[in-house]
């Protein structure tokens, strides 16, 4: 079992930033693809970033440009700096570990709440 501990969100005006943090429990980036996905009210929950073992990243076209995912090894933390935020990125957003042997169980955060408001 893989815990992740999402921290960092909260409310923010248009066109600001914060950034949201991810703690696994263990060190566990060798073995999984690290991404965020997020949630809006009555909407499928949505890829927004997605950071592989290797390095390479992925991102929503929606965020392209003013999100940034990236990770800290010898924190073992995962971070997505969300710049540029507009209100459609009021959503929970969920921290997601990936294995990257398929048919291994899928972790997720318990997410944390972004709101984009004035």
């Known amino acids: 079992q893989v815990r992740l501990v999402e921290s960092g969100g909260g409310l923010v005006q248009p066109g600001g930033s914060l950034r949201l943090s991810c703690a696994p429990a263990e060190s566990i980036f060798s073995m999984y693809h690290m991404g965020w996905y997020r949630q809006a009210p009555g909407m499928e929950r949505e890829l927004v970033a997605q950071l592989s073992t290797s390095g390479t990243t992925n991102y929503a076209d929606s965020v392209k440009g003013r999100f940034t995912i990236s990770r800290d090894n010898a924190k073992n933390m995962v971070y997505l700096q969300m710049d540029s935020l507009k209100s459609e990125d009021t959503a929970v957003y969920f921290c997601?570990?990936?294995?990257?042997?398929?048919?291994?169980?899928?972790?997720w955060g318990q997410g944390t709440q972004v709101t984009v408001s004035s």
């Open positions: 997601n570990a990936e294995p990257i042997i398929r048919g291994l169980q899928i972790f």
